[in-house]
């Protein structure tokens, strides 16, 4: 069965740095879009960046400029670079992304289990 896995979360003093991992673990045809959210305690799940399959970017301007989204197609995996790390970005990170598991089956959108981010003061 595919999943996206995610790692790289964990604990940073503000202004440090961290990277965010997401692949699928099983195998598929196909990923198009691929974009990571961002939930904070008591708060709504928000798109922080996405990325199309020709490499196409946008950001929330919270994060832009400190924040920069990739992707190795070989790999078939996305990153999320996260410099000057701020309080505020404390939150669980989950990835998503559209896949195709076999030829001629349509997109389906699938979410990762969420990886913790938190950035002490």
């Known amino acids: 069965q595919v999943q996206l896995v995610e790692s790289g979360g964990g604990l940073v003093q503000a202004g440090g740095s961290l990277r965010l991992s997401c692949a699928p673990s099983?195998?598929?045809?196909?990923?198009?879009?691929m974009a990571w959210y961002r939930q904070a305690p008591g708060g709504q799940r928000e798109l922080v960046a996405i990325i199309t399959d020709g490499g196409s970017t946008n950001y929330a301007g919270s994060v832009k400029g400190r924040f920069t989204i990739s992707r190795d197609n070989a790999k078939k995996t996305v990153y999320l670079q996260m410099n000057s790390l701020k309080p505020e970005d404390t939150a669980v990170y989950y990835c998503n992304a559209d896949l195709k598991k076999r030829i001629g089956q349509p997109l389906q959108n699938y979410w990762g289990q969420g990886t913790q981010v938190t950035v002490s003061s």
């Open positions: 099983g195998s598929i045809f196909v990923i198009n879009t």
